[in-house]
């Protein structure tokens, strides 16, 4: 097998020809074989033909949802047929997320660190390797070994700046997933409700421990799961990523309970969301400030109503209970 | 000849032992390999419930050609394989050690991944009337006709996008077992 070599378009072409005929119940095994002994590059070129048919085939669903995802969120349309849906991978997305606090204590004595931004300030982490790490206020990640390869995203949000380095990847595990990278800037939010990936430059790839494939999420897109779902990519404004940085919170198409975990670590108020909101979305902008009129100005966007209950708010529908 | 006296498969490899033979060999280019296969052929062949056969000649001859791809795809999880330990020393043992069954299970998994990650991108990176063709042939099922009607295009037009899409995932697929 030489597998490097360049194979003739038109040998495949045979190749292909030779698949499609041997199918059938009268195929002229004959002018087959004959056709194999004419000429080495014909069996390298039926091999490409049967190896690559059989990696797809053995794949088909996994790529085929995966193939459909991207040219969805590449086209910002989601080219859904009937019956279908983009979600990429079963339930449960968020239910493994529970888990992630508890997982840095169970790994091998191995180096770990662990970095909190307090409430009311972000945090900026220079990191081994030339990774460069920016914490949103309230939010914790573990830094796993002496060359910072593997952190392990713990609460809020935080956004990673990584060098281009080849002999180098680094791994940010979010939960049950892992966002694989190889230079390129891009923020991970992680809350209760699920978490989000979104790419400002370059692209990373994020995988499940318990599902096969591996999603590409390029730059201007985000991958979001929430509880109960899947994960959905999509389109989002490279300049909303991160954006916190700057002060303010842009969203595009993100879950209000997504919303509500950033507002809620900005402002320090415990926020509810009522069912009755669980399948709304928001797009828009928010300006930070001190963080205390946050909820407000959501509220006054979105026509909510914000009650004080338990400690905290609850934020419902305008004029409902 | 068609086998249409319904022999039982082991008469029919019998029959078609030599022919069988020159199969492998154009296939494998390689008479030890060829013999190799053959051998393996025939413990599969007597594994076969006893009964007659249909069609037995193409009956066998697909067998074959399935054997043959199963050693190509197992060939190349090998080299997929042996790359991520080189990779990974750390993570695993040394190379030529083989893991134990759960980790086996968990890299093979890994592998599957990367295998379907692989495909999806260059697929995404195929030209765009060859990955229209790729994506409606091979991932939607539909006939060469049937995507030639869809796309506007000939039969032949058909083919040559095919095989345009073949060479490049090819490229892909080998890339990666090479790492």
């Given amino acids: 097998m030489t597998a490097q070599s360049e194979i003739d378009e038109g040998l495949i072409e045979q190749a292909l020809h030779w698949q499609t005929a041997l199918e059938s119940d009268d195929a002229d095994w004959d002018g087959y074989m004959s056709w194999l002994e004419a000429d080495t590059r014909h069996r390298e070129a039926f091999d490409a033909v049967a190896l690559v048919s059989a990696a797809v085939d053995e794949h088909k669903d996994a790529v085929r949802a995966l193939v459909e995802a991207r040219a969805g969120a590449q086209d910002g349309t989601e080219r859904r047929r009937p019956g279908r849906k983009m979600w990429l991978w079963g339930g449960g997305a968020a239910a493994a997320l529970a888990l992630v606090a508890a997982v840095p204590m169970l790994r091998a004595p191995e180096m770990a660190v662990d970095y909190a931004a307090d409430a009311g300030a972000s945090r900026s982490l220079a990191l081994a390797g030339g990774t460069h790490v920016m914490l949103s206020p309230q939010s914790r990640i573990v830094v796993h070994g002496k060359d910072a390869t593997r952190i392990e995203m713990a609460s809020g949000e935080a956004y990673f700046s990584v060098r281009h380095d080849p002999a180098r990847s680094l791994t940010v595990q979010v939960g049950s997933y892992r966002i694989t990278d190889i230079g390129t800037r891009f923020s991970v939010n992680i809350s209760d409700g699920g978490f989000r990936v979104a790419v400002s430059e370059g692209a990373v790839g994020v995988s499940s421990e318990g599902a096969d494939g591996e999603v590409r999420v390029t730059a201007g897109h985000q991958l979001m799961a929430r509880q109960g779902d899947a994960l959905a990519l999509s389109p989002v404004a490279p300049e909303e990523i991160g954006s916190w940085r700057q002060g303010r919170l842009s969203y595009s198409n993100a879950p209000l309970s997504l919303v509500a975990a950033d507002i809620s670590r900005y402002s320090g108020k415990r926020i509810i969301v009522d069912p009755a909101l669980e399948a709304s979305h928001f797009s828009g902008t928010l300006v930070i400030g001190d963080g205390s009129r946050l909820l407000g100005d959501l509220a006054g966007v979105m026509d909510l109503s914000v009650r004080a209950e338990n400690g905290g708010v609850r934020l419902g529908r305008a004029g409902g209970r | ?179």
């Fill in chain 2, 1 to 179: 000849m068609s086998g249409g006296e319904e022999l039982g498969v082991e008469a029919l490899y019998g029959l078609h032992q030599a022919e069988l033979r020159r199969l492998l060999l154009a296939r494998t280019g390689d008479l030890g390999e060829a013999e190799d296969l053959l051998q393996e052929l025939w413990v599969r062949v007597r594994q076969r419930p006893a009964g007659p056969v249909a069609n037995g000649r193409a009956y066998l001859f697909r067998m074959a050609q399935n054997m043959m791809v199963d050693r190509l795809r197992e060939r190349q999880r090998r080299m997929a394989r042996d790359r991520r330990w080189a990779d990974q020393e750390t993570d695993f043992a040394a190379p030529g050690i083989e893991p134990v069954d759960g980790h086996d299970n968990a890299e093979q998994q890994m592998i599957a991944r990367e295998e379907v990650a692989t495909l999806t991108s260059a697929i995404a990176n195929l030209p765009g009337g060859a990955r229209r063709a790729f994506e409606l042939h091979k991932l939607e099922g539909l006939s060469h006709a049937e995507v030639a009607a869809r796309l506007g295009i000939s039969k032949s037009g058909v083919e040559k996008h095919m095989a345009v899409a073949m060479k490049y995932l090819r490229r892909a697929l080998s890339d990666w077992g090479k790492g």
